[in-house]
């Protein structure tokens, strides 16, 4: 299939089939409606996909490392078994989005709404929560290590199966989550004090 001819045809509007195999750099599409697609071992790396909406999208084994969602909307999606490392999903609403066994390290979420989102056997590691808005959120079995949360409080959402060493944040917004005894040693530095070995 070819994807942009695809997207031409159909008036920047996809519903109902399959995109298996594609293999894409560097491209740039804008206010593209991807609706109850399943995107399979594709590779479409390095490219915009900016002001666009998924909804009923599922994503297995794909790469779209480095790849700028930005200003998109994610409803009912499932990222499974992929690759994200460094892509964009600033301004996104991400809403009923499980992420799993997907490596999603050093992506930026900034000032994106998530709810209903589950983190399920993946890495975030370096990546970026600022100025979020969360509700109902699972990390489990998920890595945090050395992820930035900036103004994005993590009231109730439970930590304690995840990896959270490195993790930067303020005492302000890991007030109110769920740890395990472990984990409270990765965050003494917040209280200023230090663990003599």
Not at 38 to 43: A, L, M, Q, R
Not at 81 to 105: H, L, M, P, R, Y
Not at 109 to 134: A, P, V
Not at 145 to 161: I, P
Request: aromatic residues 10%.
């Amino acid at each position: 299939m070819d994807l942009l001819e695809e997207i031409k045809n159909n008036d920047r509007q996809i519903q109902n089939i399959n995109i298996d195999y594609i293999k894409i750099d560097n491209i740039s599409l804008e206010d593209v409606e991807f609706q109850k697609v399943v995107f399979s071992k594709c590779n479409i790396t390095s490219s915009r996909l900016e002001n666009s909406s998924f909804y009923n999208v599922s994503f297995n084994n794909c790469n779209f490392s480095n790849t700028s969602f930005e200003n998109s909307t994610f409803h009912n999606c499932k990222f499974d078994n992929c690759k994200i490392e460094g892509a964009s999903f600033i301004e996104n609403s991400i809403f009923e989005v499980t992420f799993q066994d997907t490596n999603a390290n050093l992506i930026n979420l900034s000032n994106t709404h998530l709810r209903n989102t589950k983190f399920i056997n993946t890495t975030l590691k370096n990546s970026y929560f600022q100025e979020n808005k969360l509700k109902n959120i699972e990390f489990e079995n998920t890595d945090l290590r050395q992820v930035q949360f900036f103004k994005t409080s993590l009231a109730n959402v439970d930590l304690s199966s995840s990896i959270i060493e490195g993790m930067s944040i303020s005492l302000e917004d890991i007030k109110g989550a769920v740890i395990n005894e472990l984990q409270s040693i990765d965050l003494l530095y917040l209280i200023g004090v230090k663990l003599k070995k």
